[in-house]
């Protein structure tokens, strides 16, 4: 979703994702309920090149967005599925 979007924004528009991620749908959330109850390790620390960086900034506008209007995230992500078909 973040990668989207930064393109997006930046007017890469033409560019598509080809890596297959077929967990993308899943919310981070769920991913590590699922993980913790699997006993897997989940590591939660930020990255220290995060802080103040274009990614840092899409990231938290679609949490806040999602929180104010959920279904936000996901509604992003197919739009961007659509408009990769095109491309």
């Given at each position: 979703?973040?990668?989207?979007?930064?393109?997006?924004?930046?007017?890469?528009?033409?560019?598509?994702?080809?890596?297959?991620?077929?967990?993308?749908?899943?919310?981070?959330?769920?991913?590590?309920?699922?993980?913790?109850?699997?006993?897997?390790n989940v590591y939660?620390?930020?990255?220290?090149?995060?802080?103040?960086?274009?990614?840092?900034?899409?990231g938290k506008m679609?949490?806040?967005?999602?929180?104010?209007?959920?279904?936000?995230?996901?509604?992003?992500?197919?739009?961007?599925?659509?408009?990769?078909?095109?491309?």
């Amino acid at each position: 979703l973040q990668d989207f979007l930064m393109d997006y924004f930046k007017g890469r528009q033409d560019k598509t994702d080809k890596r297959i991620k077929p967990l993308r749908t899943v919310p981070e959330s769920e991913l590590k309920q699922y993980a913790k109850f699997k006993g897997l390790n989940v590591y939660s620390n930020k990255h220290p090149l995060l802080a103040g960086s274009f990614r840092e900034t899409i990231g938290k506008m679609t949490n806040k967005l999602e929180k104010n209007h959920p279904g936000t995230k996901f509604a992003i992500l197919k739009s961007s599925d659509k408009l990769a078909e095109k491309i």
